[in-house]
């Protein structure tokens, strides 16, 4: 058994990404690991010539993934913009497992991120004995994409100041990045590009000034179109979590799954399913990535507190936990949908109990 806790894309599907290399004859980008047709079979899904079934991994709209991976074939870097939980992070790692085999060229956005962290720092053990050198340079996850030709990974790029995510400029236009301190440059091997992500909802982001913004095509991922299509994003998923974490428990069932999707989606909408009841809104976003983690959070408690099978009472907590997320506002959000529609449901009485315990 594998002890890794996560492995990367390249790891975890390594023999998708083989298999489709291997039967790939279309045209490669300079330095790509596989042609852009191949990249969307990878990331959408698909039936190889032999036979071969690639698991999609992205649920959602084709030609909105072939732009990204159009995209990332020009002088311009792809930047994921969307409400949290719409897949940005996960459509980025197999992008860049996908096109060139690794997925950890990876800087992570934070407030605190400053221009060493873009750019190059040192190492000052060596610095201070030896002065200056290439061994004394320590190489930013950007620095080594452009020297290796590869994806480099921006993670929350507009949780960057904005004076720091002005490095990104020069960097992505000129594709290189000067080292005054050794008088040398790095410049960009082919095959080099980014990808970003960014947040509409984050408070206090920086926004991304518009010289930065030409640099990059924004591509823009959606919630999930559709209530059926949610479902199937949701079960897939939490399959997939259950066997990476052994869970020794029964999928959840369909209906389950449904209903979690079901109430998240009228209330993120402000209204029931059939458009006859009005619903306050909570202040939480409730993506998909949160309705995975309610029903994943079941399945936990059923398999090791319950009989294997993931009931209302296993996701009553993790529904409620993920909804109310303002004790005075959204409590009473959700004491009105608990009383005027859960209640309402002849269906749903299990559900409804199970809420009422952990009033
Ligand atoms: N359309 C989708 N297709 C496949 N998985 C999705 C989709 N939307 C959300 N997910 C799942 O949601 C989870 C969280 O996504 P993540 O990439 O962390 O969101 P973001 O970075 O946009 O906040 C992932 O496990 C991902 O598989
Ligand atoms: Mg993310």
Redesign the pocket.
């Given at each position: 058994m594998n002890q890794i806790l996560r492995q990367h894309a390249e790891q975890s599907f390594a023999e998708e990404l083989d298999a489709l290399k291997q039967s790939d004859n279309r045209q490669r980008p300079p330095n790509w690991a596989m042609s852009p047709w191949a990249v969307a079979t990878y990331l959408l899904g698909g039936r190889l010539d032999n036979g071969f079934e690639v698991s999609?991994?992205?649920?959602?709209s084709r030609r909105l993934i072939e732009t990204a991976i159009a995209t990332l074939t020009t002088d311009r870097a792809l930047l994921?913009f969307?409400?949290?939980?719409?897949?940005?992070?996960?459509?980025?790692?197999h992008l860049a497992a996908a096109v060139c085999g690794d997925s950890t060229l990876l800087i992570q956005g934070t407030a605190g991120t400053s221009e060493e962290q873009l750019r190059y720092g040192w190492n000052y053990a060596e610095l201070l004995s030896k002065g200056p050198s290439t061994q004394a340079l320590v190489q930013s996850p950007l620095m080594r994409a452009m020297e290796q030709g590869k994806i480099a990974r921006v993670?929350e790029l507009t949780r960057i100041p904005a004076d720091v995510q002005d490095t990104l400029i020069t960097l992505l236009s000129e594709k290189s990045l000067p080292v005054p301190e050794l008088g040398t440059e790095i410049q960009a091997v082919r095959g080099f590009n980014a990808i970003a992500?960014a947040?509409n909802r984050d408070k206090g982001i920086n926004e991304l000034s518009s010289a930065l913004k030409r640099r990059f095509n924004t591509v823009v991922?959606p919630?999930?179109s559709s209530a059926d299509?949610?479902v199937a994003?949701?079960s897939?998923?939490v399959a997939e979590?259950g066997r990476a974490l052994d869970l020794p428990a029964e999928p959840p069932a369909l209906k389950e799954v449904q209903r979690v999707v079901r109430i998240f989606r009228e209330l993120r909408n402000g209204q029931t399913e059939d458009g006859k009841t009005k619903l306050k809104a909570p202040s939480a976003t409730l993506?998909?990535?949160e309705a995975?983690s309610v029903i994943n959070n079941g399945v936990a408690l059923a398999a090791h507190f319950g009989d294997g099978v993931m009931r209302a009472g296993d996701i009553a907590s993790s529904l409620i936990g993920a909804i109310v997320k303002d004790p005075v506002q959204d409590a009473l959000v959700w004491r009105e949908y608990q009383e005027t529609v859960i209640k309402e449901r002849g269906d749903w009485k299990d559900l409804y109990r199970a809420c009422r315990d952990h009033d």
């Open positions: 999609p991994k992205y649920i959602g994921l969307g409400v949290p939980g719409t897949a940005k992070s996960w459509v980025s790692e993670e992500t947040n991922l919630l999930p299509e949610e994003i949701v897939k998923r979590l993506s998909t990535a995975i």
